[in-house]
């Protein structure tokens, strides 16, 4: 539809149309299997459901082309219902979980999953999706930490802007793609003591500089959607934040699309002490500029008086409407409110050979190798016995993959039986114990079974016969898929103690160990490591989960991811992160530490450090140089090392840069990722591998309370994980 008629659209709607379409209802409102990822509402007035503008938790192209067939019919301009999804790592072929897809340092990788799962999605009715998530994530007690792809806004912002252009492609009218939207705004993974929907405070110098950067990066590269988040920033729930949202977010960073808000978020701000009544939540919220509320009455019960008073003027929610109906329209939806959708097509494109493909490949590239003693991997030996919780589970998703089935899933068992089963390799198998001790807290339900230890004694005793005839023994633990993800913080970071004592057990029998961890988030592995000959970070795999680590640990592939995020010592150092500060009383490497920043019973670095990985060969990398030492604004420095492959295999490594700013007018951190390149190399063969450096990378909000660089020394880093010291002095005049 043309933009005139759009606005002639809008003039002919009445005041209760116009409410109506900022009001998203929960999915079972109009089909009762439809997903309720948050606080379902029941009892809703009927007028309310014949205009609301948009669901979410619904998908099927059928049941979708019913819905939205019923609806436009009776409703009085025939606008079509917008749907929308949560659809954060796979809609039918899950990747793996985003926390995974930062281990990658590949973007690439992000947007093949994100057009894959758009695909499939879109033919099964979806609008829009509800990720990507930009909330950058430093504490591993927050079970979101999941949904990020990590502690780094520069990696953030990468994978971020990659997956809006694989959802959204050139034109979201495209029936492959959907719309997405960037959540959640702003700074949700900063809650304080990693609780969930708690409040965060945060200077407006690591606000800009820490956790706004990868929303930007969403926002520039054209997301049609952004989310409030539910924390409150600084005092000031998000989604009555006018600050926030106006000025940074509409009006700095440019965004113009629709702002949505987290479920309830708006209501909520009641429960913060924020707004009295609905009333003035709704008032809040609309003065902020928040254009559809997620599945509350307070827009459908308040703001048509609100307009009618005068308390909203109606500029504001002809602004907020127009918004909604440009998204409608920039779908396609007033030509084709199907937007192509149909069960033929979603066979079609779903679950495909190609598609499982690209989630095997990611799979591979998601896998961090963080330990590899007497040449554990990869598997050489005749014997290979798998041990554990995870060594045949189907559910290797996180709990946001609410649309697709982990029956789909291939297994470590299924894989190994495949990869193997014409060889003269043998392979055997066992659960070892159940994954999860009794009354253990998950996200619905408390996980209690009445004969758990006659049960987990049975299961030990058959795994301790399969580890005595193995040559070698893969061990299969982690955290269960309901223990990390929304409202799933935790203080205790360790697996469960029947998986402890499996791990025990088995490695009694003295034969070589490898353990691969299934998680959604850091967790405590001290003891896991030490014991351990390998240890290797398989993530959320998803579908393809069993074949892509197989393709890796049976030696067909070296590893190559990297952790997005620091693994501690133990859970008392979160939040940790790599771009810390020096203090004023730096704990020294070697010497007294008294009276220094430190911990009296721990380390102050984490155990794993971000950026950190190891592959099956081992790489070396030259000294730092540069084409100069001197770096003017519009000039720029080439940062160069040679990078040699002096193993025996193929791999690949990713080569990091670093800077340091020695000196600001605000202190900063010890380092800052600045670029990455992965480089994959024969043994053997070397490749020089250059990064260039431009005053722009080395800015930062000043004292001036603006983004500008200082003249002054710095240092370039460039290794293959945020610890490297392999670092050269050059000077910004
Ligand atoms: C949830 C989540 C948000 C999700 C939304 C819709 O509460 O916070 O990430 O997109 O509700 O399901």
């Not at 079970?143 to 780094?152: A, I, L, M, Q, Y």
């Not at 911990?599 to 990398?621: A, H, I, Q």
């Not at 193929?650 to 000196?663: C, S």
């Amino acid at each position: 539809m043309k933009k005139t008629d759009l606005k002639a659209l809008l003039d002919e709607m009445s005041l209760e149309e116009k409410v109506m379409q900022l009001v998203q209802l929960p999915g079972d409102t109009f089909g009762n299997d439809a997903a309720v990822t948050g606080l379902s509402n029941s009892g809703i007035p009927e007028n309310v459901k014949r205009l609301a503008g948009s669901t979410l938790g619904v998908w099927g192209a059928d049941k979708i082309k019913k819905i939205q067939k019923e609806y436009m019919d009776k409703h009085p301009h025939h606008i079509p219902l917008m749907f929308m999804l949560d659809v954060i790592h796979g809609h039918k072929t899950v990747f793996p979980c985003p926390l995974g897809l930062g281990a990658t340092f590949e973007p690439e990788v992000a947007e093949k999953g994100a057009e894959v799962q758009a695909k499939e999605a879109s033919a099964d009715g979806v609008h829009v999706t509800f990720s990507p998530m930009g909330d950058l994530v430093r504490d591993a007690r927050w079970g979101r930490v999941v949904e990020s792809t990590g502690e780094d806004k520069f990696l953030n912002g990468k994978m971020v802007a990659a997956m809006v252009k694989g959802y959204q492609g050139d034109d979201i009218k495209d029936s492959d793609h959907v719309a997405s939207c960037v959540k959640h705004f702003a700074a949700y993974g900063g809650a304080e003591a990693g609780r969930d929907y708690n409040n965060v405070e945060l200077s407006e110098h690591t606000l800009r500089e820490q956790y706004l950067p990868s929303y930007a990066e969403g926002i520039k590269a054209g997301a049609r959607m952004v989310m409030t988040s539910f924390n409150t920033l600084n005092g000031i729930p998000s989604s009555g934040n006018k600050w926030l949202m106006r000025d940074i977010l509409r009006k700095e960073m440019g965004f113009d699309g629709v702002l949505i808000s987290d479920w309830a978020a708006i209501a909520e701000m009641q429960n913060w002490g924020f707004a009295e009544t609905l009333k003035d939540a709704s008032r809040l919220a609309m003065e902020a500029g928040v254009d559809i509320d997620m599945c509350t009455e307070c827009y459908s019960g308040n703001l048509k008086e609100l307009v009618e008073s005068g308390q909203v003027n109606m500029e504001l929610l002809d602004e907020a409407v127009m918004r909604v109906l440009e998204l409608k329209n920039d779908l396609g939806l007033f030509e084709d409110p199907y937007h192509g959708a149909s069960e033929e097509k979603s066979r079609k494109v779903s679950l495909t050979p190609e598609s499982r493909e690209a989630a095997r490949d990611a799979v591979r590239k998601s896998l961090v190798l963080l330990k590899n003693k007497r040449e554990a991997l990869p598997l050489k030996v005749s014997k290979i016995a798998f041990i554990g919780p995870y060594a045949d589970e189907k559910e290797m998703r996180s709990s946001w993959a609410i649309s697709s089935d982990s029956s789909t899933a291939v297994t470590i068992k299924e894989a190994a039986q495949k990869r193997y089963e014409k060889s003269d390799v043998k392979v055997k198998f066992a659960k070892g114990c159940e994954m999860l001790d009794n009354n253990t807290e998950l996200g619905f339900f408390t996980f209690k079974k009445d004969d758990l230890d006659n049960e987990n004694n049975k299961l030990l005793s058959q795994a301790l016969e399969v580890a005595e005839w193995a040559d070698e023994v893969v061990l299969c633990l982690g955290e269960h898929f309901s223990q990390s993800g929304e409202s799933t913080s935790r203080v205790n970071l360790s697996l469960s103690d029947a998986q402890m004592r499996l791990f025990e057990e088995v490695r009694k029998k003295g034969k070589k160990i490898t353990t691969l961890i299934f998680t959604g988030r850091p967790l405590v592995l001290d003891d896991i490591e030490a014991k351990s000959d390998a240890l290797m970070i398989c993530f959320r795999p998803g579908t393809e989960g069993g074949n892509g680590i197989l393709d890796v640990i049976s030696g067909d592939y070296s590893p190559s991811g990297k952790l997005p995020m620091s693994f501690p010592y133990c859970v008392g150092q979160e939040p940790i992160h790599y771009d810390r500060y020096n203090t004023g009383r730096p704990k020294p490497t070697e010497g007294a530490t008294i009276f220094t920043s430190r911990y009296l019973d721990c380390p102050n670095e984490p155990k794993f450090c971000f950026g950190y990985g190891l592959t099956y060969s081992d790489f070396t990398v030259s000294a730092v140089s540069l084409s100069k030492d001197k770096l003017t604004k519009g000039d720029e420095i080439k940062a160069s090392v040679t990078v040699k492959n002096t193993g025996k295999v193929t791999a690949t490594e990713v080569v990091q840069l670093y800077i340091r700013d020695m000196f600001g007018s605000r202190v900063r951190p010890l380092r800052e990722l600045k670029g990455f390149e992965k480089v994959e190399l024969k043994a053997g063969e070397s490749k020089t591998v250059e990064f260039g450096i431009t005053e722009d990378m080395l800015r930062f909000f000043t004292i001036n309370n603006v983004f500008e660089s200082e003249k002054g020394k710095f240092i370039a880093f460039i290794g293959f994980d945020s610890e490297t010291d392999n670092g050269i002095e050059f000077e910004l005049v």
